[in-house]
């Protein structure tokens, strides 16, 4: 798919992202902004929000037939990017490899308080629930489970740790 398309790198307005890519989608064009999925403080509340992986950048794929003209006008679009005057090109081989990227990674990133309820997902413990206990670098977490009728302590991957009411 990203073989075809000849890849360019648009630079939008503040906040403009999701204008920029709707609009150039319906002029036909070929539109990859990887997003993550981040939780926020948000009027005393922890919600998820989608932030774009690379702010006020768009990467737009354009047919070889396409002209690219109609892109530095769309509305969201402030300009694409260029080097010493020539429209700066994005290997489609990164695009594919972006894209892979967004299919595997883990997105979503919990906060998690000491004493809260959780169940690890990863490959080691699956299943098990337990009672976070504290935060090692930004990696790494230490849950309290019960294995053996005895309560121990367990490093696990941050990534393998979800609150218990969602899994």
Known sequence: MTAEFRWLLAYTKPRGEQTAEDNLRRQGFEVFSPYLALQKRRRGKWVWVDEPLFPRYLF?????????APIRSTVGVTALVRFGGEVAEVPASLIADLQA???????????FVQGQSVRIVGEHFSGIEGVFQMQEGEARAHVLVNLLGRPSMVRVELADVVPESGA
């Open 101 to 111: 990227a967004a299919k595997h990674t883990a997105t979503r990133q919990y906060r």
């Open 60 to 68: 737009v794929g354009a047919r070889a037939e396409q002209s690219i």
